[in-house]
């Protein structure tokens, strides 16, 4: 087998390298050896002795894309209608994706991983976080999306969205399998797969549960994935049946921290906002998935406030 790394040059394209500072190259090229970036140089610089040449002639070349909060699965229902009419957020999830994922089986997890990750090599994404649930195929499911991931090339941070409702006992497998997916990881060190902990949402866990999950993802070190104040609902059921908003539940249980993500944000007070600026957390924003499932629209104070000079 031979020892020598690929050789790749994109060249006639605009660099754009996002850096700090941001620089916008014409007339240079990058050349690619194995996984890493070699060169970035002026083309007639470049050694493209061997290498596989990209004319990128009229095009954008840029570092790859993040995404930051995925459900591959979801992929297998894009462009299709809901069960119902639906009038609110849960009469959504009841319709079409809580009916989708209660089909899943191991297969299909990994069916629609690749799908998803073909999509997004196609559309210059190298990185996503999923966030991932089967409830009647538990176990074995990250490294079924795993396996994909590996096969794609591309690098992921996978998670088992837990929840209590489709019971305790599923409930319990979802926390195993973060549990089990987490160590595989440590154990690994593979730079391509990480993990994170995943929780479904305030309104679908009940306290037991997210003490239980947040003391085995507080003894494992890692930081949290959940959906939280995606709709108006989530607010609403938490403070009928917690006394608080969905924030505050969260830092209680320490779900918060600078390794969390807090994906929608939607409907999210002042206080909230302060909360997850002061713990570090990542709020990551999905305006084409909360037009879809017709939650809201998330008010970042970029939208309102003017940019400092
Ligand atoms: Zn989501």
Known sequence: MSTTPSRLVIDGGVIATLGEPNRVLEGHALLVEGDRIAALAPRTEVNRDGAEVIDATGKLVLPGFINAHMHFYSTLVRGLGKARPSASFNEVLQHLWWRLDRQLTLEDCHISALVALIAAIRHGTTTLIDHHASPHAVRGSLD?????????????SLCYELSDRDGGTVAREGIEENVAWIRACRADRDEQLKALFGLHASFTIGDATLEEAARAGHDLGVGF????????????????EHGSR??????RFGILGDRTICAHGVHLSERELEMLAETRTAVVHNPQSNMNNAVGVADPPWCTTPSPT
């Not at 079924?144 to 992921?156: F, K, N, P, W």
């Not at 994935?225 to 009928?240: F, G, L, M, N, P």
Request: hydrophobic content about 45%; glycine content about 2%.
């Open 225 to 240: 994935h959940v959906h939280t104040a995606e709709a108006a609902s989530d607010q609403e059921a938490c403070q009928h």
């Open 144 to 156: 079924a999306i795993a396996r994909a991931v590996r096969e794609s090339g591309l690098r992921a």
């Open 246 to 251: 969905v924030v505050e539940r969260f830092a």
